[in-house]
């Protein structure tokens, strides 16, 4: 596995696994309705681009696919970490927060799914509260984690 940084050319791709993984692994802690507002399917390329673009972005690479991406802002704000499906618990989610971390300086905050806040947790990251997020009318758990640098 290689992990590098985020280029244009792998928006779609990028895309695809964030629809999928959320569809897939976070199935076990939020309903259907839930997962169809957080991950849809009209997903706007062009705004995702610019997004990744702005913030320090890597996407994990094995056999010339991507199997994972993570981006930080300036800040210390850990936007998004999704890992393929089929790559999960082979250390790639660790390997590309370990790299977005080293990006910036001081406190990292992230909003974390019911699925991901135990992986945060291991890092180091602590709740600081618990929240729900409104999309489209429907609600979904998340909690805002810290770590300090």
């Known amino acids: 596995m290689e992990l590098r940084r985020y280029e244009s ?3 779609k791709e990028v895309a695809e696994l964030f629809y999928n993984t959320v569809h897939i692994i976070n ?3 939020y309903t259907k309705e839930q997962l169809d507002v957080w991950a849809t399917q009209e997903v706007d390329l062009e705004k ?8 320090y972005s890597v ?7 991507i199997v994972g991406f993570g981006d930080i802002d300036k800040d210390g704000y850990l936007d998004r970490l999704y890992v393929h499906a089929d790559y999960q618990r082979k250390g790639i989610a660790t390997a590309i927060c370990k790299q977005l971390e080293q990006a910036v ?3 990292i905050t992230t909003h974390a799914s019911i699925t991901a806040k135990p992986f945060f947790e291991k890092r180091g990251y602590r709740v600081v509260r618990k929240q729900e997020v409104e999309r489209r009318g429907i609600f979904l758990t998340n909690f805002v984690m810290e770590k300090d640098r």
Not at 59 to 65: H, K, L, T
């Open 27 to 29: 199935a076990k802690d």
């Open 9 to 11: 050319s792998d928006c």
């Open 48 to 55: 995702w681009n610019q997004s990744l673009q702005g913030h």
């Open 59 to 65: 996407v994990a690479v094995d056999n010339e696919i």
């Open 105 to 107: 300086e001081g406190k």
